[in-house]
Each structure stands twice: as structure tokens, then as C-alpha cells.
């Protein structure tokens, strides 16, 4: 399947892709915008303590109906949500790693959630929908620092 990131480099990046994940498409899109931008391992210790309940998950565009969390406004803890990411964030790292990548300068340049198709339970609750949603996400290793450069160039 191609890369929904247009500027996917093959030798500096690495990316995962899972399709048919059974998690809330609100909950993966509010997750994705919580951890693009940082590091893999700051992003497993935070969704760790997701999953702990010591920090809430901030919700900015799907906060209807939300009660507030201490020292933020409207917050949730979405468990299988946040595994499924744990999982995610673990296997781009081996991704990374098996392509030569340090894996301890990996930060998520890209991440986003998208709907699955639309598939019915069967039986008992047959009018119901399932969730399915698509997760991808994209790392890139950084470069050194301009400080390291320095003392590098020393």
C-alpha cells in the first residue's frame, strides 16, 4: 500500500502501516495528534502512563459530552486505543532498527488515523457497526544537534 506521506524518504525514515485495527477512529486521531512531533521513547512512557491512569489524553476536536481531567479541560483514558499505538510505536522502532536506523533519535514526523470499511456485527447485534480504523505513522532520525556539531567540529 503506498505511503500516505508524500515525502517519504526510504533510507532516513521508517513507517508503519496497520489496517483493520478494532479501535475508535475518535480516539486514534486525538492520539496521533497527541504524538506527532516527539520522540518514540517519550511517546511509549507517555502512552504508558495513559494506560495507568496518571495522565489523561487531552481531547481537542471530539470533547462533547467530556468531563474535564485534573489541570485540563475535557480529557479520556482510551485503553485499547492506547495499547494498539504501544504496539505501533514498538514495531516502527524494530522497522527503524532493522534498516540501520538509531533508534534512540527517532522522532514521528507523521502520524494519522483513517476509517475502515464499514462492516456489520453479525446476530444479535446486527445493526450495529464495527470500528475499523487505519493507523499510520512515520519516524525519521535526527540529525545531531547544532551544539553536538559544534564539539564535534572542536
Known sequence: MKSAYQKYDKENMARVLSTD??????????LCRYIKGRTTKKVVALLQKI?????????????????HKPG???GAYPRNATSCFIKLI??????????????????????????????YHSGRHSGRIRKITH??????????????KKVDKK
Open 135 to 148: 493507523v499510520e505513522i512515520v519516524v525519521k532520525e535526527e540529525e545531531k544537534s547544532k551544539e553536538e
Open 90 to 119: 514498538k514495531s516502527i522502532e524494530a522497522n527503524a532498527q532493522d534498516k540501520g536506523l538509531n533508534t534512540d533519535s527517532l522522532r514521528i514526523v507523521h502520524a494519522s488515523a483513517n476509517s475502515g470499511p464499514k462492516v
Open 51 to 67: 494506560l495507568d491512569h496518571e495522565i489523561a489524553l487531552p481531547l481537542v476536536k471530539y470533547n462533547a459530552k467530556i468531563s
Open 72 to 74: 485540563m479541560s475535557a
Open 21 to 30: 485495527l478494532p479501535i475508535s477512529l475518535r480516539h486514534s486521531i486525538e
